[in-house]
Every structure is written in C-alpha cells, then in structure tokens.
C-alpha cells in the first residue's frame, strides 16, 4: 500500500512538533526541580527549643532563734542567800579574782568560769568546785542585741565573741566591747569572760533569766 507525499510530509512534521514539545516540557519540569530544592536549601533551619534552666537561688541560712535558752555549765564555789556571803568567798582566797557573783532565782552563786561544754569547766580531785548546769533564757527581752545575748555567749570563736569584722556591731548588747576590755584586765580566757558577762548583763537587765 502506498501513501501520498503529502501525507508523509505531513507526518513527519508532526513528528517534529511532538518531539519538540516533549523536549520541552521535559526540560521545564527539570528546571523547577532544581528551583525548588535550592529554595529548601535556602530556608532556616527550625529552632531548637532551649531547655529551660531552673532558676538559681541564693541559699541563705535561717536565723538562730533568739528567745530559745541555751545552755551552759558554770564553775560553781558556792550558794548564798545574800551578796555579803558571797561577796566575803570572793575576798577570802586571791584565785576568786576573777570569779563573779550571779544572781539566779533569789540567791547569789559564785561562778569562775562558764562554758559550752562540761569539760572545760570541771576540776577532778577537788571538793572546792563543781560543775553547775544552767540555762540563760531572754525570751521576755524584746530589745534585739538582749534577746541574742545567749547566743553571743554561746561562741566559742573568740574573734566572733568579740564582732570582729561583724555586719552586726550595731545590734551588740550596751557596753559589750567595754567591759570585755575591763574584764581582759583580769583574765583572757575566755571562759573567764564569759561569766563575767552574764553576771553584768543578769543583773541589769531584768527580762534575762537564769534557769536550772
């Protein structure tokens, strides 16, 4: 079967054509491809969630109680029922220079030295002391340096004993840098001091009490 020229003609144009626009679609789907990838690319990345940090708090220590008594034992010579008998021990034997005379429930103790702790103030092998338990209580007392007057005396580290480098010279009990310096003349120990001090500040102060 033979066909006409003109229809080979005809039909090889639009073999032409077809190509072409297959080569040409082919190409444009191509070229946005590679358009459309290199705008993933240029896209910022998402942002990685921060892990939320707890927020830090400064520790700061509760303060000491200061209306709770606390305890101490004292070196204790003698019991009276009036300041002339015991005033008379403290001048009956030169090694009394330092002791005091301390005023609890209506009698007068002569006591040499006041500590923390028991050992510091018990004498084995003698009948002429003893250790003698006590608490210092100032819960009545509402002026602040009164009512931490206990645990002023309660230090053990003389530096602190004496504020020194202290924020908190300002709410020291009246005098106290005054008759430490008085009471240095007699002794340094600071056991020695101690006492002293709670003899003075018990007397002078009624809302201060001494409990056994």
């Known amino acids: 079967?033979?066909?006409?020229?003109?229809?080979?003609?005809?039909?090889?144009?639009?073999?032409?054509?077809?190509?072409?626009?297959?080569?040409?679609?082919?190409?444009?789907?191509?070229?946005?491809?590679?358009?459309?990838?290199?705008?993933?690319?240029?896209?910022?990345?998402?942002?990685?969630?921060?892990?939320?940090?707890?927020?830090?708090?400064?520790?700061?220590?509760?303060?000491?109680?200061?209306?709770?008594?606390?305890?101490?034992y004292a070196k204790q010579h003698g019991v009276f029922t009036t300041t002339d008998g015991a005033t008379a021990l403290l001048q009956s034997d030169p090694s009394m220079k330092s002791a005091t005379i301390v005023l609890a429930e209506n009698k007068y103790y002569v006591w040499s030295a006041a500590s923390m702790v028991e050992s510091e103030v018990k004498v084995v092998g003698t009948i002429d002391s003893f250790v003698k338990?006590?608490?210092?209580?100032?819960?009545?007392?509402?002026?602040?340096?009164?009512?931490?007057?206990?645990?002023?005396?309660?230090?053990?580290?003389?530096?602190?004993?004496?504020?020194?480098?202290?924020?908190?010279?300002?709410?020291?009990?009246?005098?106290?840098q005054a008759n430490i310096s008085a009471i240095s003349t007699l002794s340094t120990d600071l056991n020695v001091i101690r006492v002293q001090l709670i003899g003075h500040y018990i007397v002078q102060n009624d809302c201060l009490k001494i409990e056994f």
């Open 1 to 72: 079967m033979r066909f006409s020229k003109s229809f080979t003609k005809f039909s090889y144009t639009l073999a032409v054509i077809h190509g072409f626009l297959i080569g040409a679609i082919s190409i444009g789907i191509f070229a946005i491809m590679i358009q459309w990838q290199d705008i993933k690319k240029d896209e910022p990345a998402d942002p990685v969630a921060e892990t939320e940090k707890p927020e830090q708090t400064e520790t700061v220590d509760a303060p000491v109680d200061g209306g709770t008594p606390v305890q101490f």
């Open 133 to 176: 338990p006590f608490r210092v209580n100032s819960a009545a007392c509402t002026e602040p340096a009164l009512k931490n007057l206990p645990i002023y005396l309660a230090s053990s580290d003389p530096a602190k004993f004496n504020f020194e480098g202290s924020e908190y010279k300002g709410a020291i009990p009246k005098d106290w």
